[in-house]
């Protein structure tokens, strides 16, 4: 409010009416100041109901309301960089920001991961069309083509059924990384996991089956209606001249059973259709260079495009790296896919996932969440300093939840990974909490999980130890005392309440992080689906693409959704 209407309203009903047609009239002579809330555009979107009326089109245009009533068509951004904490919670958030915190020597609690400094955050509600706590595949899709869908599922629309291949070629989903390529942007992709899996695949692919990464996963079924491997559609991608950068790992699905892996001597590739998809990359791109170690990236300086497989399967945890010094850090992958986007006069779109922080938590283990998640803060710190606030986007979110919590009164300062000491804030004396039957606990512990303390077919009662494969388990007798035990040990298991041998994902929300043009309008809580919708908005090149193809409104908001044929190469 005006600071002399806020006076006049003390002063009687007379002078706030008088003094709110003169703020009016002010109001419409004046353009916003930039360092206002930016000025939102409403548009209209019909109610409607699940399952019926629910479909892409209506969670396209409830995606675009969303961030056109926060403002995000204010964005002036030039480049846009989208990182993914895969199964990053919001509690794995805390309890990485504290651990690293203390490795600097601090208590933890006040330091602050890279991108808690950025000025911006909203909630972000990821279930997906069919699930309420969602998969990677259904949460990736809607964040990448402001599309909701179901779960397994890659840039296809909820009319098809999952691994239904005919029906998912009839609901193909445009990406925003095929949008920026279909602009005459250049694009990037950079994972831990492996190129072919979810998060990353969802940039480039349509299938409606997430596990169909190389050939002998298609049914035959898929294979007979059309449908291609994860992996194909990578190097075939129709959309500008394909991604410039893609970095991750799973040269498994790249590579034929007759080829030997150029790492592991006892590896071949899995392909059985004959097709060796890193030579028929490098055909297509004889300027570019295929790497898949740090030697040859650094000799490729300068080279583009650059296909970089560094591991056979996945990347390594960052702290299982030390095993394989050729392989680079998530941060040497970023630092070097930014610099070579910004030869591009024309802006980049670049995803970036923190791929194994989801993988940690479903094998019980924080130690390696809380690693990888400082790895991925690393990152971000390296993406923000190699860019300015002025033109480039940075978003940083979650694609779902985890069951980690984080519990107890521990005393200020207490090891994150340790056990409980202190009864209620820092007053506790320093001795070890206990429950209800007199046993020490631990801060961390999962709801759910292969960290289960009954004995396993795999493991003895008790403690539970990275790795733990299990395929049944019997019931624990109550719990085990941790005393002498070193629950900060990296291969250390958190306790979990429910057996499962795989700790599954959370339905709650997860944060989004941002800075840069548009970063203003990423607030309050939002369906995931409108991420796509805020970068988007924020960078002209990409909305005006979207407009030429007439799917905006009167106010030049795209509402209307894309059909990935129209921004195809002709
Ligand atoms: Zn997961």
């Not at 394989?324 to 970023?334: A, C, N, Q, R, Y």
């Not at 008790?462 to 733990?468: E, T």
Request: net charge negative.
């Amino acid at each position: 409010m005006h600071r002399s209407c806020r006076s006049a309203a003390h002063r009687g009903r007379t002078a706030a009416a008088s003094c709110l047609a003169f703020l009016l009239a002010s109001c419409a002579a004046q353009p916003a100041r930039d360092d206002a809330p930016a000025a939102g555009i409403r548009v209209d979107v019909p109610q409607i109901r699940h399952p019926d009326d629910e479909n892409a089109a209506w969670w396209f245009r409830d995606g675009a309301a969303q961030a056109a009533e926060r403002g995000a068509m204010r964005g002036r951004a030039k480049n846009v960089i989208l990182f993914i904490g895969d199964g990053m919670s919001l509690t794995t958030v805390a309890a990485a920001r504290i651990l690293q915190g203390q490795r600097n020597g601090g208590p933890g609690e006040n330091n602050r991961l890279s991108w808690e400094r950025f000025p911006a955050t909203a909630f972000s509600k990821t279930y997906n069309t069919d699930a309420q706590t969602p998969d990677s595949a259904g949460t990736m899709t809607a964040m990448i083509t402001g599309v909701k869908t179901r779960a397994g599922m890659l840039s296809v629309g909820q009319s098809a059924p999952r691994k239904d291949c005919a029906a998912g070629l009839q609901a193909p989903l445009l990406s925003a990384l095929e949008l920026a390529e279909s602009a005459g942007m250049a694009t990037g992709i950079v994972t831990t996991a492996r190129l072919t899996h979810a998060t990353p695949g969802a940039t480039y692919a349509h299938t409606p089956e997430r596990n169909w990464e190389g050939d002998t996963e298609l049914s035959d079924e898929a294979r007979a209606q059309g449908c291609a491997d994860i992996a194909r559609q990578l190097i075939e991608t129709p959309f500008g001249d394909g991604p410039e950068v893609a970095y991750g790992g799973g040269r498994e699905y790249f590579t034929t059973a007759e080829e030997r892996d150029p790492e592991y001597d006892d590896k071949v590739g899995s392909r059985l259709d004959g097709r060796n998809l890193v030579a028929e990359w490098q055909a297509k791109h004889p300027g570019g260079a295929y790497v898949w170690n740090r030697g040859q990236l650094n000799a490729a300086h300068g080279k583009l495009p650059v296909l970089g497989l560094f591991e056979y399967d996945h990347l390594h945890f960052d702290y299982d790296r030390k095993d394989d010094p050729g392989e680079p850090s998530l941060t040497e992958l970023t630092r070097d896919a930014i610099q070579r986007l910004q030869a591009s006069p024309d802006g980049y779109f670049l995803m970036i996932e923190g791929g194994r922080i989801d993988h940690a938590n479903h094998y019980g283990n924080a130690y390696r969440a809380l690693t990888d998640t400082i790895a991925m803060s690393d990152a971000v710190q390296a993406a923000t300093e190699l860019t300015s606030a002025d033109d480039t986007l940075i978003l940083v979110t979650a694609d779902h939840s985890h069951t980690l919590t984080f519990v107890g009164y521990p005393q200020r300062g207490n090891p994150i990974l340790g056990k409980v000491r202190g009864s209620s804030g820092e007053d506790g004396g320093g001795g070890l909490a206990t429950d209800a039957t007199g046993l020490p606990y631990a801060t961390l512990s999962y709801a759910n999980g292969p960290g289960y303390t009954g004995a396993s077919s795999s493991q003895p009662a008790g403690p539970k130890k990275f790795l733990h494969n299990a395929k049944e388990y019997e019931s624990a007798n109550g719990r085990p005392n941790l005393t002498d035990v070193d629950t900060e040990h990296p291969d250390y298991l958190q306790e979990s309440t429910l057996p499962l041998a795989s700790e599954s994902h959370g339905g709650d929300d997860v944060g989004i992080w941002a800075r840069g043009p548009g970063s203003d309008a990423v607030r309050g809580s939002v369906e995931q689906n409108t991420i796509f919708h805020f970068m988007v908005q924020a960078t002209p090149r990409l909305r005006e693409r979207l407009c030429a193809a007439k799917l905006c409104d009167a106010s030049g908001v795209p509402v209307g959704l894309p059909k990935p044929d129209e921004f195809k190469n002709r």
